[in-house]
């Protein structure tokens, strides 16, 4: 099972990642993916089955306790 499947190699230096609701898309200038996912994780993002960005993560925290 394929976990990060929206985050992305740019090719030359970083990871892409893109939200999976608004596809708003971030760059981590990495090298390895999972430092890609730790630094946007440390962004606010959800990586995960799903991919959040920070407004869409909080959005769906607060409709799924409201
Ligand atoms: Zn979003």
């Known amino acids: 099972m394929t976990v ?6 740019t090719g030359r ?3 892409t990642v893109r939200c999976d609701v608004c596809e708003y898309t971030f760059a981590a200038a990495v090298a ?4 890609a ?5 440390t962004n606010g ?3 995960g089955e799903r991919t959040w960005c920070p ?4 959005t769906h925290t607060c409709s799924r306790t409201a």
Not at 4 to 9: A, N, P
Not at 32 to 35: D, I, K, N
Request: charged share 15%; with cysteine; net charge neutral.
């Open 4 to 9: 990060h499947t929206l985050v992305r190699s």
């Open 13 to 15: 230096r970083g990871w």
């Open 32 to 35: 390895s993916l999972p430092e």
């Open 37 to 41: 996912v730790a630094f946007v994780e």
């Open 45 to 47: 993002w959800i990586v």
């Open 55 to 58: 407004m869409c993560s909080a």
